[in-house]
């Protein structure tokens, strides 16, 4: 230990004792709980705080009893450890044996459930005194008060061992013990815990407490975080619980609308939780730290493990781990995780309804009996290769759209192409096929072009050249309703210009070049004479604006359509379950 440990008090009643009366009063009870301990507290160092080497509950302990002046090294020199029964999961104790004068003495602590049980004999006033029925309430319903104030808490005791026992087992050690007190530590929660909390239920995602705890500590936890809400209720399943319970009933239990915590588990019990739920069909991220984590972590859709506190065997049983060791950022995660699925739905959204508008010419031709090839080959690898690609590379830069994590998870079964997607991209498609028929269509009918007159497209004919105007009318009007497309996709639900128009700098950038490329292709006279292509009149220009307006427009009254019908939705009364209708 230390020379010097953070500045504390010791409180009975309304009076704070002094370290030398509260090392007095309680040294039997520290001794017992800075010897059943492994773990170390480091000084600060350099930019380092104060540090604990492993378990941080031990070494709240430790401090706790430096706290009230108790010198731990001496003691241990002068009653130095002869064994330790580690502490398990089932047995929910630890247990040390050390020498003491002519004899041993065994120290133990662990959970007061599992523990206070074992006593025969309680130390009261500096005696001891045997542990009766009311004594017994007493301590249980100290361990209730404290556990309600969302304190961990432990149960200490002692024995003194016979010389000739050297066969040290729990049987032997840990029965006939003299209580000592109850020890209650908390692990405050970040202050950006509540908050992520809030949001990942708004989200619609499900949050389970499995804990080793006890269940009033667990409750009290998780109603200070926000895991549970006012005053809904609470159903607390133990370990001891899920042992009696068929597969069918822990179903039952977690399909209803309760908060469920799971409290005094077992790795095992873990496991069965995270099974249950992923044979109900929802997709389970399970958080841990310890080795008894790992198989719950492995079991998992998702397992999560702690960076900084958690163990190599969790970290390698994990799928992610926190660098951080917040709950905060795995919402963080969710969210992007969201924002990700979103922009790949905008990427096949924005080529699937150009890819649309490309081929609409060519069926309305051939059932119209046009007479003419509206769009060439080479035009449409310009448009998929020239003015394509940049723009929808860009829509994957996007950042999550507001409102993302209000949305409930979407179904495992759900497809990318959904029935919802594959609307938007009929509706925008059909759109901009409208407007690149009526482009071509505008330039061979207002100069006096015939239906079904095929002779324009010889090379020799006099309005040759109105034919490839009029081709590159088709192109251009794809790659304008591409340029309003760009934009209209960048969003869902909200509207571009509570976005901002101009804040995806790589979409500028993509739709610039796209419309480069067409100027270039109508323009420049080496690649008319490839691409079969005309200069474009000020009069077409006047009509591509229009066609760019009007889809981009068109994008922004569906996306209002769709506000205004969630917010009714958000608005109407609950169904029977008790779930908002959708």
């Not at 499995?210 to 200070?224: F, S």
């Not at 010889?458 to 309005?463: G, K």
Request: proline share 4%.
């Amino acid at each position: 230990m230390p020379d010097t440990a953070p500045d504390g008090d010791f409180v009975v009643g309304d009076t704070i004792l002094p370290k030398a009366e509260a090392q007095r009063r309680l040294e039997p009870l520290l001794r017992a709980m800075t010897f059943c301990n492994d773990a170390k507290v480091l000084a600060p160092k350099e930019d380092d705080g104060w540090r604990v080497i492993g378990d941080a509950t031990e070494g709240c302990l430790l401090v706790a009893a430096q706290k009230a002046g108790f010198d731990l090294q001496a003691e241990l020199i002068e009653r130095p450890k002869i064994y330790e029964l580690p502490f398990e999961s089932v047995r929910k104790r630890m247990s040390v044996v050390h020498v003491e004068g002519d004899g041993q003495r065994a120290f133990v602590k662990g959970a007061p459930s599992e523990t206070v049980g074992r006593c025969t004999h309680m130390r009261l006033g500096g005696q001891v005194v045997p542990l009766n029925d009311e004594l017994r309430e007493r301590i249980t319903a100290q361990n209730d008060e404290m556990s309600r104030q969302a304190l961990r808490v432990l149960a200490v005791c002692e024995r003194s061992l016979p010389n000739e026992l050297t066969e040290y087992k729990p049987d032997t050690v840990e029965t006939d013990l003299t209580f000592l007190g109850l020890v209650g530590m908390i692990d405050p929660p970040r202050p950006e815990v509540s908050a992520a909390v809030e949001e990942a239920l708004g989200a619609g995602i499900r949050i389970i407490m499995v804990t080793g705890d006890y269940g009033l500590t667990a409750e009290a936890i998780a109603r200070r975080i926000g895991i549970v809400r006012g005053d809904r209720h609470v159903r607390v399943i133990t370990g001891v619980d899920l042992e009696d319970m068929a597969e069918g009933d822990l179903q039952a239990e977690l399909q209803k609308d309760q908060d469920v915590i799971f409290a005094r588990v077992a790795p095992e019990h873990k496991m069965q939780v995270v099974t249950t739920l992923k044979d109900l069909g929802l997709i389970v991220a399970v958080t841990g730290d310890g080795v008894n984590d790992a198989p719950a972590l492995k079991k998992a859709d998702i397992g999560v493990a702690m960076g900084l506190s958690g163990t190599d065997v969790a970290r390698e049983a994990a799928t992610m781990i926190l660098l951080d060791d917040s709950f905060a950022s795995i919402v963080k995660a969710v969210e992007q995780g969201r924002g990700v699925y979103a922009n790949v739905k905008k990427m096949v959204t924005y080529i699937f309804s150009h890819n649309m508008a490309e081929l609409f010419p060519f069926v309305f031709a051939t059932v119209s009996g046009l007479g003419l090839v509206p769009l060439g080959a080479l035009q449409v690898l310009a448009i998929d290769l020239g003015s394509d690609v940049l723009p929808g590379l860009a829509l994957g830069t996007e950042h999550p759209e507001a409102g993302v994590m209000d949305q409930s998870p979407r179904a495992r079964s759900e497809r990318l192409l959904s029935r919802a997607t594959l609307g938007r991209v009929a509706y925008i498609g059909a759109i901009q096929s409208v407007f690149a028929v009526a482009g071509f269509l505008y330039v061979l009918l207002s100069n006096g072009w015939q239906w079904g007159d095929a002779s324009w497209m010889d090379p020799s004919n006099a309005n040759y050249l109105i034919y490839c105007r009029a081709l590159t009318m088709t192109q251009a009007a794809i790659v304008a309703g591409q340029v309003a497309n760009g934009f209209g996709c960048r969003t869902e639900r909200e509207s571009l210009f509570k976005v901002g128009l101009f804040t995806n700098k790589f979409l500028l950038i993509g739709e610039a070049v796209g419309i480069a490329i067409m100027c270039a292709i109508a323009y420049v006279p080496f690649l008319q004479n490839i691409f079969k292509t005309a200069p474009l009149t000020l009069a077409d220009w006047g009509f591509l604006v229009i066609a760019a307006v009007t889809l981009f427009f068109a994008e922004e009254a569906r996306k209002w359509y769709l506000r205004r019908r969630d917010v009714r939705v958000a608005a109407a009364p609950a169904t029977a379950t008790g779930r908002e209708t959708a």
